[in-house]
């Protein structure tokens, strides 16, 4: 039997490798016309303009200075493309707004134009006159600058996994972050007329799982398949790009620097509300792209629980009892509150239930203070009232921990679920007190809702 359950799961692990299109044997993959960009055609969805700007491109090149990390390996590819500038122009022409004049290559512009004017100053044309001089280049009015000001590597990571008995699996996740800055700046007088900055995150993710144990005392088996998806840094950087571009057209519209063809049309105005909606949302959001949570610094908040208490004893059987409670606390910092809460309950030792208050004072920590998600953990210190305990003892100075993750539903109520513990100093709760082998403690299991900024 448990060889066929080995065997079993074996198979399983093969057949959903088999299941994947991309752990197939090798295959050569035709040539494509420009990967689509992860701003989901945000360039071709702007306004038309009413006279296209001409500008100029000299180098818009990596100011990080930062090169790819790689694990135990020393390299000198650098962390983004170095090629920006080709990027940029080919967003500027595709955009209809702008006509981009070459500048990066314009050496080589100059050298093919010297060899043509040099080329009709010696010879004449098919009716025996001199050919006319080249017609002049076309300058532009603005120039644009800037370049890739920041490439950040981890700035999230994470991961989950599990396994029992050799089987299980894993996921991985990181995410990189890359800037771009981009500004207009004026050829007559070098006034900056508008700057943007975007921000782009790049993510990589890998799944893997397998199967590593003996079918029996001779024979070993050991599969494994896995999965990973990285998010190519240039598309990441072409998208990061596209969004500037499309802000600066929206933001020198309404500088009064360019103009639409026409601003009241309903392409127009749903390229300004898209553009609003936009930035109230990234308004939302912090640097690692969560929403905010809005959580205020400071302030009196109020939290109702309850759920379940266990008591953790030298008698067997106990089972849950419910247990109730209210907590106000006082923002003291970022992501901290300092808290009196009091909870009311029972608690079965052996075969009778007794009545239990109890009363502490806390700090209460959130890892992520603006996250809309965030982790908490909970530690203080209190005194547990049990009337009519057997041990003789109705008091209890005790230390309270916990963790649990809340959630912020608007700026002012969020929901928690956690757990906690509450651990008397002296042993006795069941009344086996010197007697017993555990200490007594009690496990809570609770749900509660708090109201912020009273």
């Known amino acids: 039997m448990r060889t066929l359950v080995s065997a079993a799961l074996a198979g399983l692990v093969l057949l959903l490798g088999a299941c994947s299109p991309r752990l197939t044997p090798f295959a050569t993959e035709a040539p494509r016309i420009g990967a689509p960009s992860p701003s989901g055609g945000l360039i071709e969805a702007l306004a038309p303009p009413q006279e296209p700007v001409v500008v100029a491109v000299y180098r818009f090149r990596d100011q990080t200075g930062q090169y790819r990390a790689l694990e135990n390996v020393s390299t000198f590819s650098t962390a983004v493309t170095q090629g920006a500038t080709s990027i940029l122009v080919e967003t500027l022409e595709s955009s209809g707004w702008f006509v981009p004049i070459e500048r990066e290559g314009l050496s080589n512009l100059l050298n093919e134009r010297q060899i043509i004017s040099s080329t009709r100053q010696q010879f004449q044309g098919p009716d025996g006159q001199a050919l006319g001089p080249l017609p002049p280049l076309l300058y532009a009015g603005i120039l644009l600058e800037g370049g890739i000001v920041g490439y950040d590597s981890n700035v999230l990571t994470g991961g989950a996994g599990v396994r029992y008995l050799g089987t299980g699996g894993s996921s991985q996740f990181r995410q990189d972050q890359v800037t771009v800055s981009l500004r207009a700046v004026s050829v007559q007088n070098g006034r900056v ?83 609003d909606a936009q930035l109230a949302s990234d308004a939302e959001r912090d640097v690692y792209d969560r929403l905010l949570s809005y959580q205020p610094d400071g302030g009196p908040a109020v939290e109702l629980f309850g759920g379940g208490a266990r008591l953790e004893d030298d008698y067997t059987g106990s089972a849950e009892r419910p247990v109730g409670g209210l907590a106000i606390r006082y923002g003291v910092g970022r992501g901290a509150h300092v808290g009196l809460a009091v909870q009311a309950g029972q608690l079965q030792a052996g075969t009778v239930d007794r009545t239990f208050v109890a009363g502490d004072l806390h700090l209460r920590l959130a890892a992520f203070p603006s996250a809309r998600v965030t982790p908490y953990l909970l530690g203080g210190l209190g005194l547990l009232n049990v009337p009519d305990a057997p041990s003789g003892d109705d008091r209890f100075l005790y230390a309270t921990t916990g963790a649990g993750l809340e959630l912020r539903t608007s700026p002012r109520v969020g929901l928690s679920a956690g757990v906690s513990n509450l651990y008397p100093f002296v042993e006795g709760l069941d009344g086996l007190q010197g007697n017993g082998g555990v200490n007594d403690n009690l496990w809570g299991l609770n749900v509660g809702i708090t109201y912020y900024g009273l």
């Not at 190519?232 to 020198?252: D, F, Q, R, Y």
């Open 193 to 275: 007329l508008k700057a943007v900055r975007t921000t782009k995150t790049i993510v990589s993710q890998k799944l893997d799982g397998g199967l590593f144990r003996f079918v029996d005392l001779q024979r070993l088996l050991e599969t494994e398949v896995g999965y990973s998806a990285n998010e190519p840094p240039v598309l990441a950087v072409t998208a990061a790009i596209e969004e500037a571009v499309a802000a600066l057209v929206i933001e020198g519209i309404r500088d009064g620097l360019w103009q639409a063809s026409d601003a009241s049309s309903l392409e127009a105005r749903a390229m300004f509300d898209r553009y």
